[in-house]
């Protein structure tokens, strides 16, 4: 049985939940409590030696221990529902917009955040060594989180998925980072009306309420 180590109230691990879910694959899951430091606890570290969640043991034993590991082996392993495209243009496409929205919507969230938040003192970034906060990153980060919005907005007008013309991984993506920037006080409302309007037509997926 393949066991899912996950954190109910965090982002990252959400994106893998949702993905399992839209795959439709059965799988113990052992919560791991980021509020208490639990991923750095030494019990964690044997298990994910990086002290993030989410993380994926698979049926061999074989511990995955980051989104993109555990999204590659799930495609791979169940392809019934493929997520990741189908022709090369699609694959390259969905490759591309994933790594965007990633890069300049999640990324910039963590940066807005981490460099900000009191909790995070000396925990700027995720892992198993402490960084000091820098005021000006937090800042960049909420600039960039406002223009990966606009961006978003400018993308999906006349169109119900944003990187090809059926529901893809990039989509997962995208519903995890929009619903996480509310942490940095950036919400969907009515100056976008077409990513508005995308994330109504996701809120009918039942993975997007997991």
């Known amino acids: 049985m393949i066991t899912f180590y996950d954190c109910s109230t965090a982002p990252s691990p959400r994106r893998a939940r949702i993905l399992l879910a839209e795959k439709g694959v059965a799988h113990d899951t052992v919560q791991v409590d980021l509020r208490t430091g639990e991923q750095l606890s030494d019990a964690f570290r044997q298990i994910n030696p990086a002290c993030t969640v989410p993380a994926l043991k698979t049926d061999s034993g074989l511990v995955l221990t980051d989104n993109a590991a555990i999204a590659a082996y799930l495609e791979a392993q169940f392809p019934a529902l493929p997520l990741f495209g189908m022709t090369p243009e699609e694959k390259a496409e969905i490759a591309s917009w994933n790594w965007r929205v990633e890069f300049e919507g999640l990324l910039a969230i963590a940066e807005a955040l981490r460099n900000s938040s009191p909790a995070m003192k ?89």
């Open 122 to 210: 000396d925990r700027a970034l995720p892992g198993p060594v402490n960084y000091p906060q820098i005021p000006e990153l937090a800042q960049r980060g909420l600039a960039r989180v406002q223009q990966f919005f606009l961006t978003l907005n400018e993308r999906l007008a006349g169109r119900d998925y944003i990187a090809t013309d059926r529901f893809s991984i990039v989509d997962i993506t995208a519903v995890v980072t929009v619903d996480f920037a509310r942490v940095v006080k950036v919400k969907v409302d009515e100056q976008y009306p077409h990513l508005q309007r995308w994330r109504a037509a996701m809120a009918q997926r039942v993975s997007m309420s997991l």
